[in-house]
T-cell receptor, first 113, second 116 residues
Framework: GESVGLHLPTLSVQEGDNSIINCAYS??????FIWYKQESGKGPQFIID?????DKRQGQRVTVLLNKTVKHLSLQIAATQPGDSAVYFC????????????FGAGTRLAVHP | GAVVSQHPSRVICKSGTSVKIECRSL??????MFWYRQFPKQSLMLMAT?????????EQGVEKDKFLINHASLTLSTLTVTSAHPEDSSFYIC????????????FGSGTRLTVV
C-alpha cells in the first residue's frame, strides 16, 4: 500500500502554547487534504480539511495552511491542551477514480502541563 | 450522522485460521469503502478500495487472495484475512465514502487482530 514515510516524530509542547505540525504530501494530483487526530486504539478523527483552491482555512482553535508550490501542509493548534495529546496525520485525496485517501507519516503531539 | 460501525473491535485467532472483519455504514449508503492496515507507531497504509457490486482494487504489494474483500451491499464491506499468520497481526481500519460524494470519508473505530 501507499504511505508517505514510516517514521513517527514527536512534538512536545507546554500546555497553553501553540503547536505547529507539518506534513509533506507527494502527489500533484491531490486536490483535497484532511488532518486527522488519532488516539491510541481508535480510528482517525476528522479535525479540519482544505481544498486545493485555498491556502488557509480556520476552525475552532485549529488552522490549516496549504502550500501547493512545495507540497506542504501544516496544522496549527492554538492554546494546546492536554486533551490534544494524540497522533496527528495529514491525508491527501488523490483525485480521479475513487478519490482514495493516502495518509502521511504522522506526528505524535505530547502536551505537558 | 455519518457513522461507520466496525466489528469486531478486537479478535485473537490461531495461526492458519481465517478472520472476517465487518464495516457497516449505519446512516448512509457507501458505494466505496477503503481498508487500511496500521502497524504500531506507523501510519495507516491503504490496502484496497472496495466497491459495491464489483471487485476490489488492491494496492501494490497487497495479496488479494490473502485479504478477501466483499462489498455485497451499499452499507456493508467485509475483509477476510485468510490463513492468518502472526505477521498479519495489526490494526485494521475501514473508511466509507458516501455514495455520490467526491469526498466525505467516515472511519470505523478499527479492529485489533492478534494472531497467535
Amino acid at each position: 500500500g501507499e504511505s508517505v514515510g514510516l517514521h513517527l516524530p514527536t512534538l512536545s509542547v507546554q500546555e497553553g502554547d501553540n503547536s505547529i505540525i507539518n506534513c509533506a504530501y507527494s502527489n500533484s494530483a491531490s486536490d483535497y487534504f484532511i488532518w486527522y487526530k488519532q488516539e491510541s486504539g481508535k480510528g482517525p478523527q476528522f479535525i479540519i480539511d482544505i481544498r486545493s483552491n485555498m491556502d488557509k482555512r480556520q476552525g475552532q482553535r485549529v488552522t490549516v495552511l496549504l502550500n501547493k508550490t512545495v507540497k506542504h501542509l501544516s496544522l496549527q493548534i492554538a492554546a494546546t491542551q492536554p486533551g490534544d495529546s494524540a497522533v496527528y496525520f495529514c491525508a491527501e485525496a488523490i483525485s480521479g477514480g475513487y478519490n482514495k485517501l493516502i495518509f502521511g507519516a504522522g506526528t505524535r503531539l505530547a502536551v505537558h502541563p | 450522522g455519518a457513522v461507520v460501525s466496525q466489528h469486531p473491535s478486537r479478535v485473537i485467532c490461531k495461526s492458519g485460521t481465517s478472520v472476517k472483519i465487518e464495516c457497516r455504514s449505519l446512516d448512509f449508503q457507501a458505494t466505496t469503502m477503503f481498508w487500511y492496515r496500521q502497524f504500531p507507531k506507523q501510519s495507516l497504509m491503504l490496502m484496497a478500495t472496495s466497491n459495491e457490486g464489483s471487485k476490489a482494487t488492491y494496492e501494490q504489494g497487497v495479496e488479494k487472495d490473502k485479504f478477501l474483500i466483499n462489498h455485497a451491499s451499499l452499507t456493508l464491506s467485509t475483509l477476510t484475512v485468510t490463513s492468518a499468520h502472526p505477521e498479519d497481526s495489526s490494526f485494521y481500519i475501514c473508511s466509507a465514502k458516501r455514495t455520490g460524494a467526491n469526498y466525505g470519508y467516515t472511519f470505523g473505530s478499527g479492529t485489533r487482530l492478534t494472531v497467535v
